[in-house]
């Protein structure tokens, strides 16, 4: 069993920076790939970014490159999601999830164990 615990969250201005920690737990923690999904209100689900077990790959959505960065430290069973240059668009809740496989892999779905959230508030 793996547990997932979001960190980090916060009120920040328009243009403000955050950092998301999810540490993971379990015998397998550094075994899975790592997702982190948001949700605003009103919106449907969101995938925000992907690494893989590894951190050799990683995966963003167009909403999030080229301002978020994920990374992971295997020795801490830490995934970090760097976050610059944040808009109000990107308020809702963070959730970090695992799929079962070492590689990121597309649909919610596909994700199997879930954290309880941290919520980010992008407002002036």
């Known amino acids: 069993q793996l547990q997932l615990v979001e960190s980090g969250g916060g009120l920040v201005q328009p243009g403000g920076s955050l950092r998301l920690s999810c540490a993971a737990s379990g015998f397998t923690a550094n075994y899975h790939a790592i997702g982190w999904f948001r949700r605003a209100p009103g919106k449907e689900r969101e995938g925000v970014s992907c690494?893989?077990?590894?951190?050799?790959?990683?995966n963003y959505a167009d909403s999030v490159k080229g301002r978020f960065t994920i990374s992971r430290d295997n020795a801490k069973n830490t995934v970090y999601l760097q976050m610059n240059s944040l808009k109000p668009e990107d308020t809702a809740l963070y959730y970090c999830a695992a799929p079962r496989q070492a590689m990121c892999v597309t649909g919610p779905n596909m994700y199997v164990y879930w954290g309880q959230g941290t919520q980010v508030t992008v407002s002036s």
């Open positions: 690494i893989s077990s590894s951190g050799s790959s990683t």
